[in-house]
């Protein structure tokens, strides 16, 4: 029996230690900078600053996994992980806070020596930055790399980007390659953001240390990075979305993202005939009262607006283009944006999850049933949000123009 407990115990210990590790990769992601409030800038971080803490809007990332298929890591290795190591280590494979320099990334062949078994053995490195784009283009990126020890064997900083969790990192402009002299340091940009960055609910930026076959071993180069500089420029909005309501309840959406996201904002010209706003979480705003719990308006949500007349709301932004922005949907009730500017069957729109649709309802009680062929809806319209019930979750992507 006791033998028993022990591999259970064991067992435990090790579906633990699988769990924390995947909330470590899947679960942190840092707190994006909104550029609307201004430049974004990194300039200087301390050797004596706690471990598990990082610059504003940042995360430091290491390799998913141990052992010699992680050492030396390429481009192609993952590296999601979340370092939580001091910054003034001297030995094993780390960051180090480097002041007003910034901070470096070197690695050695053991990898990082932690008491920490999580994060023990593991390999450098990666910043991440997360930024909202939203109303924001031209978006530029400058900084700084530095050769802290070139030592022998090839490192890079690459600079790369993404507009989702869920997609592959993409390089972008010049990278910075170790240098043969100690203290050699070069500027790199300002590099331009393609297009697809501007005016988006979350923008990630990495800076990757990483590893580049030459033939020549030895010791890691020590490479840093510093003076990140993040600039950007108000766009022009000319288009504006006239959802019309109403007296009563009214299921709402749109295919713009307003300029201000305060929901008070964006409902400011006809908050006099607005009686409640709700959203699929049971929060509410209520003019008279000054009670907003909602907070700010989402592209991701439908809203549930109840008026004391008919009235049109004018939302004036910039346009949505569906096909990049998803919609991650749970089991049961959801309550839905249609972020096309013009209407399309249900049975298309929804095509990419109908397998998983119990259920839709508009405001008018109509519905979509697939299992059972009813279609009551027809097309999903601009400015409609939809009740859908789901039996898995589950990601939707509009169909583009």
């Known amino acids: 029996m006791k033998r028993n407990y022990s591999r259970c115990f064991i067992l435990i210990a090790i579906l633990i230690k699988l769990s924390l590790s995947s909330i470590n990769a899947q679960v942190l992601q840092p ?26 809007n940042s995360l430091f990332r290491v390799t998913d996994g141990t052992g010699s298929g992680f050492a030396d890591p390429t481009l192609s290795i993952p590296m999601n992980y979340v370092y939580t190591h001091t910054y ?12 007003v320099n910034g901070i470096s990334f070197i690695n050695i062949s053991t990898g990082i020596s932690s008491t920490d078994s999580l994060l023990a053995g593991r390999f450098v490195g990666a910043l991440d930055l997360a930024l909202i784009t939203t109303g924001r283009d031209s978006i530029k990126v400058s900084w700084t790399g530095r050769t802290i020890n070139p030592n022998s064997r090839e490192y890079r900083i690459a600079l790369q980007y993404r507009t989702s969790i869920e997609n592959d990192w993409i390089n972008i402009g010049d990278e910075y390659i170790r240098n043969d002299t100690a203290g050699h ?8 953001l393609p297009e697809e960055c501007n005016n988006q609910p979350l923008v990630q930026l ?5 590893y580049v076959e030459t033939g020549i071993g030895g010791t890691r180069a020590k490479l840093a990075v510093d003076d990140i500089l993040v600039e950007s420029s108000e766009m022009n909005f000319s288009d504006t979305h006239i959802i019309e309501m109403q007296s009563g309840w009214n ?17 400011n010209d006809i908050l006099p005939s607005i009686n409640v706003i709700k959203n699929n979480e049971g929060k509410i705003l209520i003019p008279q009262f000054g ?6 308006w989402s592209w991701q949500e439908g809203l549930m607006v109840n008026t004391n007349q008919a009235t049109n709301l004018n939302i004036s932004g910039t346009e949505i283009e569906p096909q990049n922005y998803s919609l991650y949907l749970s089991q049961g009730w959801n309550l839905i944006p249609y972020l096309r500017n013009s209407a399309m069957s249900i049975e298309a729109a929804l095509a990419p999850i109908v397998q998983n649709i119990i259920i839709v309802k508009n405001s008018n ?6 299992a059972f062929s009813i279609n009551t809806i027809g097309n999903m319209q601009p400015g409609e949000g939809y009740f859908i019930y789901l039996s898995n979750n589950c990601v939707l992507t509009y169909p583009g123009y």
């Not at 709402?252 to 964006?266: D, G, K, Q, R, T």
């Open 88 to 99: 003034n280590a001297t030995s094993g494979s780390r960051i180090e806070g480097l002041g």
């Open 206 to 210: 990495r800076w990757r240390y990483y």
């Open 185 to 192: 340091f070069k500027l790199i940009g300002p590099v331009l």
């Open 365 to 370: 009680g109509k519905m979509y049933n697939p």
């Open 31 to 56: 707190e994006p900078f909104n550029l609307s409030n201004g430049n974004y800038l990194f300039n200087e971080w301390n050797s004596s600053n706690p471990a598990g803490t990082y610059p504003s």
């Open 291 to 296: 009670l907003n719990q909602i907070g700010d």
């Open 251 to 267: 299921t709402i959406s749109s295919y713009m993202i307003p300029l201000s996201l305060n929901l008070n904002s964006v409902f």
